[in-house]
């Protein structure tokens, strides 16, 4: 079946350190591939999506390719902030209703 | 701008009462969704609806029942609480775009059960 595995956390890293959190995934067919972030307290919201293989979908300084290759889809921040501090889910689709969530990574970010 | 809204930012109830959770959107979305979130587990999709009346078992229906008598609200029902119901729970709505498909989710009711 379908399924989505990210890196466990908690990621902590200084600020203006680079970011990456690894996302890879099993899928028939075609999948669309998302990630979203949810702030302390809050719901998630999208960050960003591709839709297709090489695709590369980018947001507030995140960026993530669609390597269909090697079935990843890895977030990367070239300098990350204080605010950036969240958790962050990888997702895919591949038609009809259903999105797959992975657990979740959380990532703390240090002044 | 855009809006999810979840009735209750958090709940506490006892074991076996009947609770509600009353989700409402604004975009004139199809589909809706409820889903449980758990530390180490990520979503778990609960129920779905996409249309009015409509509605369909998603991974863990067991112990809880949904409505959806209008197209903007959808309402999670659990039917006797227990305490392994104590989560946080995330409404969400999108459109029926098929592949591309993004979700807007409400801020989420964290239930304890006691």
């Known amino acids: 079946g379908n399924s989505v595995t990210q890196m466990e956390g908690p990621v902590t890293l200084s600020e203006e350190a680079f970011l990456t959190i690894n996302c890879t995934y099993t899928a028939t067919g075609y999948p669309s591939l998302f990630w979203y972030v949810q702030y302390p307290g809050e719901g998630l919201q999208l960050l960003l999506k591709?839709?297709?293989?090489?695709d590369k979908g980018s947001n507030k300084g995140f960026e993530a390719t669609y390597r269909k290759e090697t079935t990843s889809f890895h977030l990367e921040k070239g300098s990350v902030q204080v605010s950036d501090s969240a958790v962050y889910f990888c997702?895919?689709?591949?038609?009809?209703?259903?999105?797959?969530f992975g657990a979740g990574t959380r990532l703390f970010v240090k002044a | 701008d855009v809006k999810v809204t979840q009735s209750s930012r958090y709940l506490v109830k006892r074991t076996g009462e009947k609770v509600f959770l009353e989700c409402v959107q604004d975009m004139d979305h199809e589909n809706m969704f409820w889903y449980r979130q758990d530390p180490g587990l990520g979503l778990r999709l609960i129920y779905f609806s996409y249309d009015v009346k409509m509605k369909e078992k998603g991974d863990i229906p067991e112990g809880y029942s949904v409505s959806r008598e209008k197209k903007e609200r959808f309402s999670l029902i659990l039917e006797s609480a227990s305490t392994n119901q104590t989560s946080m729970y995330l409404c969400?709505?999108?459109?029926?775009?098929?592949?591309?498909?993004?979700?807007?989710f409400g801020q989420g009711t964290r239930l304890t059960v006691v």
């Open positions: 997702a895919l689709h591949t038609g009809g209703f259903k999105t797959i």
């Open positions: 969400a709505s999108s459109r029926p775009e098929g592949q591309g498909l993004s979700a807007f």
């Open positions: 591709a839709t297709k293989a090489d």
